[in-house]
C-alpha cells in the first residue's frame, strides 16, 4: 500500500502564478520529507526538505509545508517559472526507517 | 565529481533473457540504491547496500531479481529470466550517511523495455 501518495498526476499554471502540489501521507512516525524534481531522462534531484520539528521551511522561489496532524504537505514555487515544468516527487521517511518513501510524482506544466 | 553513473541508458531485449543494470556511486558515498519507477506505484525502493553490504532487498521483486555490490565503487542488478512486465526505468541512487535532510544523489536511470 501507498504511505506517500500524490492524488494529482498533474498540473498546469501560468507562468509567474504560484504553483501548489499537495502530497499525503500514512505513517505518522515519518520524520523527514523531501521534494524531488525530475527532468525527462534524468534522475530525480533533491529540491528541499523538512523534518518533523518544522511547519514550513523555505528556499527561494520554494517554499515547503508541513502539517503533521493532516499528515499533509505541499510545496509551493512563486512565481512559476517555465523551467519549473518537470515532474515532482515527494519523499518521506521516520529516522528509525531505512528507506525514503516515494510518491508517483505529479507533473507540472507551467505556461508561458 | 559526475555524479552516480548508470548503464546501459536503454536496454531492450527479448522475454526470458538476461539483464544486467550497472551502477557506479559518487566516490565516497557509503549507502546504494536500487529504485524502479513504474506509472502506478512511482519510485519503488528494490534494494539497498550499506558499505557494499546488503541491508534490505525486501521490496526486490521475486527471485528473478538479484543484486550484487562486489566493491564501494560497483553494483549491478540482474534480471533473470526477464519478463515484460519488468519493463520501467531503474534507478540507482547513492548517498553518503542516511542523507535525511538532503536525500539521494540518482543516477540518470535505465530504461527497461522486455518485449
Known amino acids: 500500500d501507498q504511505q506517500v501518495k500524490q492524488n494529482s498526476p498533474s498540473l498546469s499554471v501560468q507562468e509567474g502564478r504560484i504553483s501548489i502540489l499537495n502530497c499525503d501521507y500514512t505513517n505518522s512516525m515519518f520524520d523527514y520529507f523531501l521534494w524531488y524534481k525530475k527532468y525527462p531522462a534524468e534522475g530525480p534531484t533533491f529540491l528541499i526538505s523538512?523534518?518533523?520539528?518544522?511547519d514550513k521551511n523555505e528556499d527561494g522561489r520554494f517554499t515547503v509545508f508541513l502539517n503533521k496532524s493532516a499528515k499533509h504537505l505541499s510545496l509551493h514555487i512563486v512565481p512559476s517559472q517555465p523551467g519549473d515544468s518537470a515532474v515532482y516527487f515527494c519523499?518521506?521517511?521516520?529516522?528509525?526507517?531505512?528507506?525514503?518513501?516515494f510518491g508517483t510524482g505529479t507533473s507540472l506544466t507551467v505556461i508561458p | 565529481d559526475a555524479g552516480v553513473i548508470q548503464s546501459p541508458r536503454h536496454e531492450v531485449t527479448e522475454m526470458g533473457q538476461e539483464v544486467t543494470l550497472r551502477c557506479k556511486p559518487i566516490s565516497g558515498h557509503d549507502y546504494l540504491f536500487w529504485y524502479r519507477q513504474t506509472m502506478m506505484r512511482g519510485l519503488e525502493l528494490l534494494i539497498y547496500f550499506n558499505n557494499n553490504v546488503p541491508i534490505d532487498d525486501s521490496g526486490m521483486p521475486e527471485d528473478r531479481f538479484s543484486a550484487k555490490m562486489p566493491n564501494a565503487s560497483f553494483s549491478t542488478l540482474k534480471i533473470q529470466p526477464s519478463e515484460p512486465r519488468d519493463s520501467a526505468v531503474y534507478f540507482c541512487?547513492?548517498?553518503?550517511?542516511?542523507?535525511?535532510?538532503?536525500?539521494?544523489?540518482f543516477g540518470s536511470g535505465t530504461r527497461l523495455t522486455v518485449v
Open positions: 523538512i523534518s518533523s520539528i518544522k
Open positions: 541512487a547513492s548517498s553518503f550517511g542516511r542523507s535525511f535532510s538532503y536525500g539521494y544523489t
Open positions: 519523499a518521506a521517511s521516520a529516522l528509525t526507517g531505512n528507506q525514503f518513501y
